[in-house]
């Protein structure tokens, strides 16, 4: 193959969270010419925190980001679940974590991570800010689109790397409830400065039947606060007052800490807040155009891998492509065929921990209760979770002919 007589050098990237910025510089490396779009004026900020570990955290290093993430990183100590006068019920310190990566395990928040990997790419890549493309036309050489402000370009590929909301997906094929499997809870987060206590390294769970409450210390004066619960509605408020009156409503009545929480959501300049769903396609290409990430193949946020999986699929897209000499049939065929079962494996997984989290009735939380401080019992932690901390496969160590960290 010649390398550097690439076909379809011209990439656009929809998407400027983990998976694009990722995809960018690994086809930066590979001698492709990638264009970043992102329709929010800026980085998000907020949002909520991930654990970060294996093949996700072997990719970060090859981007030279090792000593950055420890940098922004958490190392939690302890998980402790409390009960209403918040006395610790139970709990498990996270040694195991780091005896099973090799002390490869870091905590962090999502926004540090996506902020981290657009700092890599940033001075290289043509970034499009506050623009999204709003319609595309595959046509034989290539594909046009149309953008949000008015102009037309024309591309030899299209990614979408743009979420579990894709406007890739939902253009090139079809609209999201096609795709979307609904796992009966929404998730919501926001960040303040100086709330107290701080209980450093240690993230606090309070749980009632149907919805969990979780607080987490970061840094510069900041606590995370995350919520999960049940939903029976199919769709969830858009809007920012109906969203935190939803909040309100669920967690009116919770005990521990949940009215000074509730109290500070007036503080919070930005609210996460989204159904936990799963995305289940035939197929993650169609023609020129592909998916990588959640726009693919979601395994839920609760599942806490997403991130490092987005990673995964941007790294093994970027490769597929370099070693098919730019010749996106082949490519696309190579990289679904390589990661479609181990996606397959996490989204099974992710089914079982959403329940898992916030079970629905007082006897699923005493069972939750019982099986948590199980992990604390040397060895069975180890027995538990090693099968879904430890990766099912090893990633191709892909030749770059431009990597530069």
């Known amino acids: 193959m010649a390398q550097f007589k690439m076909a379809n050098r011209t990439v656009l990237i929809s998407g400027g969270g983990i998976a694009g910025p990722t995809l960018a510089f690994w086809l930066k490396a590979g001698g492709f010419q990638p264009t970043l779009i992102e329709q929010a004026p800026r980085l998000r900020t907020g949002g909520y925190a991930i654990d970060f570990w294996g093949l996700g955290y072997w990719i970060a290093e090859k981007m030279g980001l090792e000593a950055d993430i420890n940098h922004v990183g958490y190392h939690v100590s302890e998980m402790c679940i409390v009960n209403d006068s918040g006395k610790r019920v139970a709990g498990f310190g996270t040694d195991v974590f780091g005896e099973l990566t090799n002390n490869r395990y870091v905590t962090l928040g999502r926004s540090d991570l996506s902020r981290l990997l657009f700092e890599k790419i940033k001075d290289t890549t043509e970034v499009l800010l506050d623009n999204e493309i709003i319609d595309l036309d595959q046509q034989a050489d290539g594909v046009r689109v149309r953008l949000k402000d008015g102009g037309e370009r024309a591309f030899d590929l299209v990614i979408g790397a743009d979420g579990l909301h894709s406007g890739v997906r939902r253009l090139a094929f079809g609209p999201q409830d096609q795709f979307e499997k609904k796992l009966g809870y929404a998730v919501a987060a926001f960040e303040v400065e100086g709330y107290r206590p701080r209980d450093e390294d240690m993230y606090l769970m309070y749980g009632q039947p149907g919805r969990m409450l979780g607080r987490f210390t970061m840094h510069h004066n900041r606590t995370l606060f995350l919520f999960v619960f049940a939903v029976d509605r199919d769709r969830l408020p858009t809007a920012l007052l109906q969203q935190k009156g939803m909040l309100r409503e669920k967690y009116g009545d919770g005990r521990w800490e949940c009215p000074r929480i509730l109290e500070e959501l007036d503080r919070a300049r930005e609210l996460y807040f989204d159904s936990v769903s799963q995305i289940v396609m035939n197929s993650w290409s169609h023609g020129r155009v592909a998916l990588v990430g959640d726009a693919a193949f979601c395994v839920s ?16 897209l970027a490769g597929e492509l370099l070693n098919a000499g730019g010749w996106h049939q082949e490519a696309f065929v190579r990289y679904e065929a390589f990661l479609r079962d181990y996606i397959r494996t996490k989204q099974q997984g992710a089914k079982r921990f959403a329940t898992a989290l916030a079970p629905r009735t ?23 979770i090693g099968k879904e901390i430890t990766d099912a496969i090893q990633l191709p160590d892909y030749r770059w002919p431009f990597l530069s960290t």
């Open 301 to 316: 946020l609760l599942a806490g891998q997403g991130s490092a999986l987005a990673m995964i699929s941007a790294y093994v």
């Open 362 to 384: 007082q006897l699923g939380l005493l069972f939750r209760n019982l099986v948590t401080n199980a992990f604390a019992v040397p060895g069975l932690a180890r027995l538990a």
